[in-house]
């Protein structure tokens, strides 16, 4: 499997909103045939299902729910090769926004994976809520045909099917806008074992 990593990507650093960390980054990811699907939710029942010391982060006053659904190749570490069967498979995360010392970020409520050794090691390593699913992507042109299964038995059944396209040009959304807040988001974060929150840098180009 050829990885097609673009590695020019941290040369382009301009639109970021802090600069990237210091430290040495660790995995790649490519995402393919995604949507965002967003609804406004009332603030304080959003609130009420995240972890204390992770502030919600409001657009004119509300909260906002994410459903994710997409498809990742390039998905390896750093100086591992991007693997057959290993570095390519779907993804649906369901997210809202929360911001941590004035950096805004992605806060994951699920994630549904169909590769099972990608759910076990974000689960060990990051503590993220990673179930498995049985998961199929298929294109028609521009048109995205998707649809998710969970099959974990730890967590509540999830199902999503879907279909969507492009519905208009390509364009980058201005700051201040509620495209650029949904998806202007350069981390993540979660609670350790101690309910204490990290955070987890990101550097994409923007959407």
């Known amino acids: ?10 040369n ?19 995402w393919h045939n995604l ?10 029942k959003v609130r009420a299902r995240i972890p204390p010391g992770l502030p919600l982060d409001l657009f004119d006053g509300q909260a906002w729910i994410g459903v994710v659904p997409f498809r990742m190749t390039n998905v390896a570490p750093r ?18 926004y929360v911001t ?7 806060y994951f409520f699920s994630l549904d994976a169909e590769s099972s050794m990608a759910v076990a090691a974000a689960r060990s390593f990051l503590r993220l809520p990673y179930f498995t699913a049985e998961m199929n992507v298929r294109c028609d042109g521009t048109l ?3 649809s998710s299964h969970r099959t974990d038995s730890s967590a509540a059944p999830a199902d999503l099917v879907a279909q969507y396209q492009p519905a208009g040009p390509i364009y980058e959304p201005l700051p201040g ?19 204490r929150a990290y955070r987890l840098d990101i550097h994409h180009l923007p959407w």
């Open 177 to 195: 806008t509620l495209d650029h807040f949904l998806t202007e988001r350069y981390c993540l974060y979660n609670v350790d074992s101690r309910f």
């Open 100 to 106: 941590v010392g004035g950096k805004p970020g992605v």
């Open 12 to 30: 382009e650093t301009a639109h970021r909103p802090w600069p990237l960390p210091g430290s040495p980054w660790l995995m790649t990811q490519s």
């Open 144 to 146: 995205v045909h998707y």
């Open 35 to 44: 949507l965002f699907a967003h609804w406004p939710v009332d603030a304080d």
């Open 1 to 10: 499997m050829q990885n097609d990593f673009p590695d020019g990507i941290l």
């Open 79 to 96: 100086f591992v090769p991007a693997l057959p069967l290993v570095s390519a498979f779907a993804e649906l995360n369901v997210r809202t």
